[in-house]
């Protein structure tokens, strides 16, 4: 046990939670365009504001409860206020087919680690591009972000 206290501390110091966990969010899939869809009901959307190449200016998971959640959004932007964004400061947005994940690069960071957050856990952790690659290699049916504008949840 003690020699993998290490491996959890630093795993643990790794993730972040962003929202409370969502025992509804089980047995989901990717809706089209960008929802989260349980049970034959929708759950989650997840928007991306100011849509561009590859990329959003910000990025949230909005829950059919009313939360939402930012993945990524400069200092002071809350929706309607567009003037605020950059293009192109989410890298990437995807989001697995079975909507487990939701996965990105800040663009601000110039290292190798990408940013995956759990809609179900509410859980973000850091990773690295290997692992981004396997996760893609295992989803091939993961739906890119980027293409789609921010919708509501009803």
């Known amino acids: 046990m003690n020699r993998f206290l290490p491996l959890l501390l630093m795993t643990a110091?790794?993730?972040?939670?962003?929202?409370?966990?969502?025992?509804?969010?089980?047995?989901?899939?990717?809706?089209?365009?960008?929802?989260?869809?349980?049970?034959?009901?929708?759950?989650?959307?997840?928007?991306?504001?100011?849509?561009?190449?590859?990329?959003?200016?910000?990025?949230a998971v909005h829950y059919a409860d009313g939360e939402r959640v930012f993945l990524w959004r400069p200092v002071g932007f809350e929706p309607g206020n567009d003037a605020l964004l950059k293009h192109g400061a989410v890298l990437r947005p995807e989001l697995?087919?079975?909507?487990?994940?939701?996965?990105?690069?800040?663009?601000?960071?110039?290292?190798?680690?990408?940013?995956?957050?759990?809609?179900?856990?509410?859980?973000?952790?850091?990773?690295?591009s290997y692992t981004i690659f396997k996760i893609r290699e295992n989803d091939p049916h993961s739906m890119p972000l980027w293409v789609n504008t921010a919708q509501t949840v009803q």
Do not use: Y
């Open 96 to 128: 697995a087919s079975d909507a487990q994940m939701i996965w990105f690069k800040p663009a601000n960071t110039r290292d190798e680690f990408w940013t995956v957050f759990e809609p179900r856990t509410g859980i973000a952790r850091q990773v690295d």
């Open 13 to 59: 110091c790794a993730a972040n939670r962003l929202t409370h966990a969502r025992d509804n969010l089980r047995s989901c899939w990717a809706a089209d365009p960008n929802l989260i869809a349980c049970a034959g009901k929708r759950m989650a959307s997840i928007e991306c504001f100011a849509p561009g190449d590859e990329a959003c200016g910000a990025l």
